[in-house]
């Protein structure tokens, strides 16, 4: 016969989304939990960060920034109410990337992951080393990877993060964090210059951190870029 305690704790586990199944047991403080997703009015829920490979919350190359270990925030929220097929939604993601000045270039880490709805969506590009960025990594320049896409009623849903990155090569180590902001800023701009993506204002995904004394997002204020295709 199953315990009261124990049918409460399948049943727990019977409705938990896939992505929090799916973390392995042991995952360091600060790894992915049911309270890093918000919930924007007219959007799937949209996990407020980068999920590294193993599962926990990604760190900027593990950089500590002013004392503090650097979260990798979600800062891009793509809507695409055009394609017609998730594949045909990834092309166009990846082509809008292009035309914006972010085409794929290797010479990054990979292998993330983002929450959309109740999912882990992989990141693109896809290759080993492939991120999104506007210059070759042995300069400084803004990368960055897309999540998605993910289907919410007639509209397919992708998120991004993105961060700039100085080239320092008299220093350890030689690429250094600069900011999120401005290369959120940036790409925005591109999207919205050179494709279909249009920008329709912030979502505010409440993933800036102040307060931590061991954990920080640099000079991320928390907002996400939400652009538009129709």
């Excluded at 727990?12 to 309270?35: E, I, K």
């Amino acid at each position: 016969m199953i315990r009261r305690r124990e049918l409460l704790f399948l049943v727990a586990c019977a409705v938990r989304p896939a992505w929090a199944q799916n973390a392995p047991p042991g995952s360091p403080p600060g790894s992915a939990a049911p309270g890093d997703v918000a919930r924007p009015p007219g959007l799937p829920a949209i996990g407020k960060w980068m999920i590294a490979s193993d599962g926990s919350v990604a760190h900027w190359l593990n950089e500590v920034y002013e004392g503090k270990r650097l979260r990798e925030p979600i800062n891009i929220i793509l809507v695409d109410a055009a394609a017609k097929s998730a594949e045909e939604a990834r092309q166009r993601l990846v082509a809008a990337a292009s035309a914006a000045g972010y085409p794929v270039r290797f010479g990054h880490s990979s292998g993330y992951r983002a929450i959309i709805g109740e999912a882990l969506h992989p990141q693109l590009p896809e290759g080993r080393d492939d991120a999104f960025s506007n210059r070759v990594f042995e300069l400084s320049n803004n990368h960055g990877r897309l999540f998605g896409p993910h289907r919410a009623g007639d509209v397919f849903v992708s998120t991004g993060a993105f961060s700039r990155e100085e080239v320092r090569p008299l220093r350890v180590p030689e690429h250094g964090y600069a900011s999120f902001n401005r290369a959120r800023d940036d790409v925005a701009h591109g999207l919205d210059r050179a494709g279909p993506f249009k920008r329709r204002g912030f979502v505010d995904l409440g993933n800036a951190i102040v307060a931590d004394p061991q954990v920080g997002t640099g000079d991320h204020d928390g907002l996400a870029v939400l652009l538009r295709a129709e």
